[in-house]
């Protein structure tokens, strides 16, 4: 099994940026295809990014929201068993619950196809 812990989260003003980070225990992330997933009040849980380790061990970015539109990044870091999403120029649709979570399904926004998640870290975007 894989332990996954979210930080990062918090209040910042319109335009402002973040780094969310997702560390890992119990298994290498290696093994498995990332996502971040966000769910705002009264709205659906939705894809944010989805990441996959390519057989160098580097990070790609294979999936994105359509809300990104260019904003965030998806990224991983193998030495430290942490995966990142840096969002730039927020806006208070952004505000959410940010989660990651990690399955063995390649690029899916499926969220069945992930067998573990963290519990989310707040982002809160003000006008």
């Known amino acids: 099994q894989v332990q996954l812990v979210e930080s990062g989260g918090g209040w910042v003003q319109a335009g402002g940026s973040l780094r969310l980070s997702c560390a890992a225990s119990?298994?290498?992330?290696?093994?498995?295809?990332m996502g971040w997933f966000r769910q705002a009040p009264g709205k659906e849980r939705e894809l944010v990014a989805a990441?996959?380790?390519?057989?160098?061990?580097?990070?790609?970015?294979?999936l994105l929201g359509d809300f990104v539109k260019g904003r965030f990044t998806g990224f991983g870091d193998n030495a430290k068993n942490t995966v990142y999403l840096q969002m730039h120029n927020l806006n208070p649709e952004d505000t959410a619950v940010y989660y990651c979570?990690?399955?063995?399904?390649?690029?899916?926004?499926?969220?069945?196809?992930?067998?573990?998640w963290g519990q989310g870290t707040q982002v809160t975007v003000s006008s």
């Open positions: 119990g298994r290498t992330l290696r093994s498995y295809h």
């Open positions: 990441i996959s380790w390519s057989d160098s061990g580097t990070y790609f970015r294979t």
């Open positions: 979570a990690a399955g063995r399904v390649p690029t899916t926004a499926d969220q069945d196809d992930y067998d573990y």
